[in-house]
């Protein structure tokens, strides 16, 4: 077995059931959540979509809102004020352009106001079933220290190695599960290190401190 096989034996034996950790309903809700992720926990957007969702259940009702309703909802994140404006125009593109529907197109998903490659990576795999791979911190993290991927490689290198050493079918399952394993078992500041079933194939130059 290579190295990228025996991580995913080990990550699928870790987390069999890793999955979006975003609260959402519908296509509509995911791509929300997932702006509003950006540089913030998904425990703290959860606690807000519950409201603004509630208030602004589709694109049509978010378009028309009041910037400063939705600032009010949703002001406990970071950046909160620059979301609050990208979530609305992200509404108002989506009802002039795609009927109020999230479209499963790449290219329209990155035109949108506060989409990115990342946030139209997690839209695409899990909204429409595309094989894509979304790079987060947990996932860079993770892949440099696991030997997937090198310390200066940008956030773009490391998908495209992810792309070319874990299958295509895998893409969807492997992204969650490289997630869980950045949040619960190999964090940034203290990775569990001495109870971690890599450890040997592991490349975090600290490791030997955390064990």
């Keep these: 077995?290579?190295?990228?096989?025996?991580?995913?034996?080990?990550?699928?034996?870790?987390?069999?059931?890793?999955?979006?950790?975003?609260?959402?309903?519908?296509?509509?809700?995911?791509?929300?959540?997932?702006?509003?992720?950006?540089?913030?926990?998904?425990?703290?957007?959860?606690?807000?979509?519950?409201?603004?969702?509630?208030?602004?259940?589709?694109?049509?009702?978010?378009?028309?809102?009041?910037?400063?309703?939705?600032?009010?909802?949703?002001?406990?994140?970071?950046?909160?004020?620059?979301?609050?404006?990208?979530?609305?125009?992200?509404?108002?593109?989506?009802?002039a352009k795609f009927n109020g529907e999230v479209p499963s197109k790449r290219k329209d998903l990155e035109a949108l106001p506060g989409v990115g490659r990342k946030t139209a990576n997690v839209v695409l795999s899990n909204a429409f079933g595309i094989p894509a791979l979304a790079v987060d911190t947990h996932v860079a993290r993770v892949s440099i220290r696991l030997g997937l991927a090198k310390d200066n490689d940008s956030v773009l290198e490391i998908e495209k190695k992810l792309m070319r050493k874990i299958p295509k079918e895998l893409w969807q399952k492997a992204h969650h599960q490289l997630i869980f394993f950045g949040r619960y078992h190999c964090l940034a500041k203290n990775p569990k290190c001495g109870a971690c079933p890599l450890y040997d194939i592991c490349k975090y130059k600290d490791k030997e401190l955390k064990n």
């Design 1 to 95: 077995m290579n190295r990228a096989e025996i991580i995913l034996d080990v990550l699928e034996s870790m987390f069999p059931d890793a999955h979006v950790e975003l609260n959402h309903q519908n296509n509509f809700e995911l791509l929300i959540a997932v702006v509003l992720s950006a540089q913030t926990t998904d425990i703290s957007v959860n606690k807000i979509t519950k409201p603004l969702f509630q208030k602004y259940p589709t694109a049509f009702e978010l378009s028309e809102a009041l910037i400063e309703d939705i600032e009010s909802i949703i002001k406990t994140i970071g950046l909160y004020r620059n979301k609050a404006k990208n979530i609305q125009m992200l509404s108002k593109d989506l009802v």
